[in-house]
């Protein structure tokens, strides 16, 4: 079984190039698609609406005023297990942001250690440094695949020692890091 963070970080990652290259928040059709791009069967579509299912997750796409909400829940049922992805317009900071919260915040405790995607609405320029990737897997299990610029940024920020999963200290041996909290690993591609 997969966890949420499995589908919502490369979910952010696209909705954060989608915010890039069109200076705008995809709505939900557009974020319809993102998810079908990445393995979901589109269930139920309707004004924005969207059920989305595959072998791990059922997704559920809520079109709000201000953006949208992704619902990752995991096929267990265990609502402590799912995560949001929640896209916006921050009137106040005048940013597009895409981030992902604990979708049940009454049991959680900790920071998932993720930084939100935080787009300028007017230049559109990136103002924060996500570490987001897809996930894929090898004989010693899942790991987050992190293109070569996401890591050049990640090291600019000093914060090369934060697992950008769970917020854990990282364990660096090259260009891969193991994390002992979480136990993912993170590799950068060449």
């Known amino acids: 079984m997969l966890d949420a963070v499995t589908l919502a970080m490369p979910l952010a990652k696209r909705i954060g190039e989608h915010i890039l290259r069109t200076k705008k928040l995809p709505n939900g059709d557009e974020i319809r698609k993102i998810l079908v791009n990445l393995g979901l069967e589109s269930l139920h579509s309707e004004g924005g609406l969207a059920?989305?299912?595959?072998r791990w997750f059922v997704v559920l796409v809520f079109p709000k005023e201000n953006g949208t909400v992704i619902d990752v829940i995991p096929l267990t049922g265990e609502l402590s297990d799912a995560l949001e992805v929640?896209?916006?317009h921050d009137r106040k900071l005048n940013a597009l942001i895409a981030e992902i919260l604990p979708a049940n915040e009454l049991e959680y405790e900790g920071n998932i250690g993720l930084e939100p995607v935080i787009i300028d609405a007017g230049s559109g320029e990136l103002m924060s440094t996500p570490v987001l990737g897809d996930f894929s897997?090898?004989?010693?299990?899942?790991?987050?695949l992190i293109e070569g610029e996401t890591f050049r940024r990640w090291k600019e920020s000093g914060k090369l020692n934060v697992c950008p999963i769970c917020g854990g200290e990282l364990v660096w041996m090259g260009r891969e890091a193991h994390c002992p909290d979480c136990g993912y690993r993170v590799?950068?591609?060449?």
Request: glycine share 6%; hydrophobic share 30%; net charge negative.
């Open 187 to 190: 590799k950068v591609k060449n």
């Open 51 to 54: 059920v989305l299912r595959n």
């Open 137 to 144: 897997e090898d004989e010693e299990g899942p790991y987050l």
């Open 86 to 88: 929640v896209v916006y």
